[in-house]
């Protein structure tokens, strides 16, 4: 592998210094992704998120085959509920709030079968797993300080869901000096057109929070 890959991205190629890049995989959670966990109390349905799955695992062994650093988050809180604001706690009119026992154990929270990453993508032991309580991945996080130590300047992210977890990381992630690119059929949402429009977002303006390409164009230029 070179030391550099071009990745054919929107709004424009980009190259990346791979001992400067890192995967970040948002969520892919059983709370998320299967019945019966917190996205599908919120009253989603959560078929919706598993075409992102066989994208992020095809980079996923990409990365992990080129040595790059791979990073997982969870979003969830603690048993003790101390690290869960009352205003998201009480939000809305779920099924199931966060802590309540459901059928993968209690909702959203750190160690139950529920909040754990779906076996498909599951981190290696030498990976990095940053658990969050909120919706993006630098706040309350040791996750800034884990990227500086590793010299990290550009981020691969994809996960779930695109408007949600993922746009509020990569926006974070962007005020940070990040160069974030978007793999766009890495990332799903319950709701197709705020994918779609999420995605724009991003790359509009010329990248005004960063770039988005296809995994088979990650792929490339990994393999290159
Ligand atoms: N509800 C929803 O779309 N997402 C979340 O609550 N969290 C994440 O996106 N991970």
């Known amino acids: 592998m070179a030391d550099t890959g071009t990745i054919a991205a929107e709004p424009a190629p980009i190259t990346l210094d791979w001992s400067k890049t890192a995967l970040v995989i948002i969520d892919m959670q059983r709370d998320f992704m299967e019945p019966g966990g917190f996205g599908e109390t919120l009253g989603n349905d959560v078929s919706q998120l598993a075409r992102a799955v066989q994208p992020i695992a095809a980079v996923l062994a990409a990365v992990r085959e080129a040595g790059l650093l791979v990073v997982h988050t969870r979003e969830g809180h603690l048993p003790d509920l101390s690290d869960a604001p009352p205003a998201k706690v009480e939000r809305g009119a779920p099924s199931l709030r966060i802590g309540d026992p459901g059928p993968m154990g209690r909702i959203l929270i750190r160690g139950e079968a529920g909040h754990d990453i779906i076996p498909e993508l599951y981190p290696l032991e030498s990976e990095i797993v ?9 706040y309350a996080t040791e996750l800034s300080d884990i ?7 550009n981020l691969l992210v994809c996960g779930v869901t695109t408007e949600v977890c993922v746009n509020t990381t990569v926006r974070e992630a962007n005020d940070r000096g990040y160069r974030c690119v978007v793999i766009s059929d890495g990332c799903a949402s319950y ?7 999420g995605l724009k977002m991003i790359k509009a303006q010329g990248g005004i929070f960063g770039w988005v390409a296809e995994s088979a164009a990650v792929l490339k230029a990994l393999a290159a």
């Open 147 to 153: 990227l500086s130590k590793y010299g990290i300047e």
């Open 191 to 197: 709701f197709p057109e705020f994918h779609e429009m």
């Open 130 to 138: 940053i658990d969050k309580p909120g919706k993006g991945a630098f």
